[in-house]
Structure formats: C-alpha cells, structure tokens
C-alpha cells in the first residue's frame, strides 16, 4: 500500500505590509509589494507554460500506463491456451512493469494514482502463482534486498529476514506458493529477478529487487 502523503501547504497573507504612520516610506513598499504580487507580464506568461508543460506531462505519462494496462490485460485476454502459465508469467510481468512505474513516479513528484494501481492489484490477487510451483526455485530467488514503497527488507539464505535498518532475525520458508514468514503466510503472485509480489488477505505487496 502506498504511503499517504501530506501536501497542504501554507500561505501567509498579510494585510498590514506598511503603516499609515510612516507615508515617506509607503511608495518604496508599495512599489515592493505590486512587484511580488504581480510579477511582468513576461513572467507570468513563462510561469503558466511551465506550470502547463509539468501538468501535461503528468497527464500523459498516466495516461500511458493505464494504456499499457489495459494493452497487457487484452493480449492476456487472448492467450492460448486460456490461463496458461507462460502467459500468466507474461501478464503479471507486465503488470509489475506499470506498477514500477507508478510508484517511481509517486516517489518524484508525490503524484498517485490510486485507481489504476487499484485496478493492477485486482488483476494481480486473481493471478497467483500456481500452487505445485517449484518451491526451491523461488527460495533461491529470494535471496537477497527487496525496495517497497516504503522501505528495504533483506531475505537471507539462512532462512532470516527483517528490515534493513533493523534486526534481521525473523524466519522465512517457502511452500509452494506459500510465503511463510514466523507463523503468518501469503500466496506469491510473481518472484523473479526483478519483482517480488505477494497477497495476503485483501492486501497486495510489491517489492523490487535492489541492485547490489
């Protein structure tokens, strides 16, 4: 889940820039004040370009993710045969890819987009992986320092795990599809070089592998 981000900022506004009492320096503080209230026209024009140019390209890089989204789920749509593993692979790959992308995003700009990460959740809890995968495959995989979207967690080979900045003494073990970390347990949607996603409950948690 991403983290909630406070934006409100706060303006000071104050009516009282000069006094009545000193008129022989009123014109020199007015003249200050209408300059930083209204800036020439010059800047204001380049002011609203770019304020248009960043806006535009927040537009239109969502824009492409929910296009990418949508592509993925439709070509999934089509497999043959239906639901077979190379395509659900294919499709939950795909589906990490925008979600990388999004929370990359939210990282630079603070900018979420809760309905189509929302919607890539969905599709990623009716996915999971299948239950006779190969279990010592995954162990190996695991093996090393995951990124989410609020912190670093390190998967030792000795079966410890825990966050990066803090003690890493809890046990891991893999069963089938099953993440079994000190007695609770999630089903592993997608564990491979690059992307570590599991479900547990009616939540879905997306990590990313940190390159050494």
Do not use: C
């Not at 294919?90 to 309905?115: H, I, M, P, W």
């Amino acid at each position: 889940m991403l983290p909630k981000v406070d934006s409100n900022d706060l303006l000071y506004n104050s009516t009282a820039f000069w006094r009545e009492s000193h008129p022989v320096r009123r014109p020199m503080k007015s003249r200050l004040w209408h300059r930083r209230r209204f800036p020439d026209p010059v800047m204001r024009r380049l002011i609203k370009v770019i304020v248009a140019i960043l806006v535009a390209g927040q537009v239109s890089a969502q824009t492409v993710e929910k296009q990418d989204f949508e592509a993925a789920r439709q070509e999934f749509g089509h497999a043959v045969p239906p639901a077979n593993e190379k395509a659900r692979l294919t499709y939950v790959t795909k589906l990490a890819q925008v979600a990388d992308r999004l929370v990359s995003d939210y990282r630079q700009s603070g900018q979420r987009n809760d309905e189509l990460l929302g919607a890539i959740n969905s599709e990623l809890q009716e996915h999971p992986a299948p239950k006779d995968v190969n279990s010592k495959e995954l162990s190996q995989l695991l093996i090393g320092k995951w990124e989410s979207p609020r912190r670093t967690y390190v998967f030792r080979a000795n079966g410890k795990w825990g966050n990066e900045d803090g003690p890493v003494d809890g046990n891991w073990r893999i069963q089938g599809n099953q993440l079994i970390e000190d007695g609770s347990r999630g089903t592993i949607i997608l564990l491979n070089r690059d992307y570590f996603i599991y479900s547990s409950k009616d939540s879905v948690f997306f990590h990313s592998r940190v390159k050494e």
